[in-house]
């Protein structure tokens, strides 16, 4: 089955600065790479995703990038504020999500004020 | 309607207790979801229904039975649970037919005494 290691499992950035959370993945037949943030007490919300027929994608002050020979995806946080601060999944799947996801172990975001 | 509901959201049962999880929605969405979360960790897959019939069970002790009686509604039969089973049970649904983006109910607490 697929496997989806994340790092850091902690980053601390200065509010302003910007956070970079790195994943692999371990199934070459995965096709669909999602990010989700997870406050405190509350659901895991999508926030981002992309296909593997794309290398980048952006929203705003978020964005991903996909490296598919090396299965390798990263999200890229800029002008981090402080409700940027959350545990964030990263996940894979093959069948481009419809059989469910396999997570990262999370990455908790501290934004420093 | 673009809310995935979870009853109880929270839960306490004995171990020789029988309870059932519930999970609704009214998106149109074919495919549904339980996922676990412990503490400080990611959602990890037990069951997926796709077009009402389980398509994935991730080697979930018999103690927790899955049912699908619609479209809408997803269930999950609770009997003579361990301690270690007590988690966060997140429902999700997604339109299903490699469309991607999983839709996360909050959660029912769920602890076993």
């Known amino acids: 089955g697929e496997n989806v290691e994340q790092h850091p499992s902690t980053l601390s950035v200065q509010e302003g600065d910007s956070a970079v959370i790195k994943c692999t993945y371990s199934?070459?037949?995965?096709?669909?790479f999602p990010w989700y943030k997870q406050e405190l007490g509350k659901r895991p919300q999508l926030i981002i995703d992309?296909?593997?027929?794309?290398g980048e994608k952006k929203d705003q002050r978020i964005a991903v990038t996909l490296n598919k020979t090396a299965k390798h995806f990263s999200l890229h946080i800029t002008e981090t504020q402080p409700e940027d601060s959350a545990v964030y999944f990263c996940?894979?799947?093959?069948?481009?999500?419809?059989?469910?996801?396999?997570f990262g172990k999370g990455t908790h975001l501290i934004i420093q004020p | 309607d673009t809310e995935v509901t979870q009853t109880p959201k929270h839960l306490v049962m004995g171990m020789t207790n029988k309870k059932s999880l519930k999970c609704e929605q009214h998106?149109?969405?074919?495919?549904m979801y339980w996922y676990k979360q412990k503490a400080k960790k990611p959602p990890e897959l037990m069951f997926v229904?796709?077009?009402?019939?389980?398509?994935i069970n991730e080697s979930v002790p018999s103690r927790f039975s899955p049912e699908c009686p619609n479209s809408s509604l997803l269930n999950l039969h609770l009997h003579a649970l361990q301690p270690e089973d007590s988690a966060l049970y997140l429902c999700?649904?997604?339109?299903?037919?490699?469309?991607?983006?999983?839709?996360f109910g909050e959660g029912s607490r769920l602890t076993v005494l």
């Open positions: 996940a894979a799947s093959s069948g481009g999500g419809a059989d469910g996801l396999t």
């Open positions: 999700a649904s997604s339109h299903g037919q490699d469309t991607g983006e999983l839709f």
């Open positions: 998106m149109g969405h074919r495919a």
């Open positions: 229904y796709s077009y009402e019939k389980l398509s």
């Open positions: 199934d070459s037949a995965s096709n669909y």
């Open positions: 992309i296909r593997s027929n794309v």
